[in-house]
């Protein structure tokens, strides 16, 4: 078993399978990485009494999956609060607030309710969905990899540097 330096990091070589694990060095730090995106949702305000007044607060909660069926409940208490809302606004008025940490690779859906200063709670929202927002088609194959003919390969004396691997 040998190490190369491929790419500014040390890989070891078995049985020629250097070049996959040159491949999976470089691109497994960003697989590692958390990616995260962030979307925006946009309302309008409702009132106290209806669409009548300014209502005291807002609940937004959100999961990774669709509500089946008509049991808004169910999936409601499983579901992510959001923290962060604003105070509503006067009725009529456009409010919004931003969600971050989400996984680019995921749907999400969104359900937001209103409540009054008893609190009355107001219905269940339509349903937000934010698509996944990551690209999923790979690039193509490599097909046409070659050593040219003309080349030629020569033995170099190992040179030991600091902070080398041992072989």
Not at 22 to 29: D, E, G, R, T, Y
Not at 93 to 110: E, N, Q, R
């Amino acid at each position: 078993m040998e190490s190369i330096r491929f790419a500014g990091r040390w890989v070891r070589r078995l049985r020629g399978v250097a070049l996959i694990a040159a491949i999976f060095a470089l691109a497994l730090p960003g697989l590692a990485a958390a990616q995260t995106v962030s979307t925006t949702l946009l309302w309008t305000a409702p009132g106290d009494d209806g669409m009548v007044g300014r209502a005291s607060s807002y609940a937004l909660r959100y999961r990774t999956t669709a509500i089946v069926g008509t049991d808004t409940l169910s999936w409601w208490n499983a579901a992510t609060s959001v923290s962060g809302l604003p105070a509503p606004a006067v009725s009529g008025a456009t409010d919004s607030v931003v969600v971050t940490g989400l996984d680019p690779t995921k749907t999400y859906y969104f359900i937001l309710r209103t409540a009054d200063e008893v609190p009355n709670w107001s219905g269940y929202s339509n349903v937000a969905i934010k698509p996944a927002s990551v690209d999923v088609v790979p690039p193509a194959a490599i097909t046409d990899l070659a050593v040219p003919p003309s080349a030629t390969s020569t033995a170099q004396p190992a040179q030991k540097k600091p902070g080398s691997p041992p072989r």
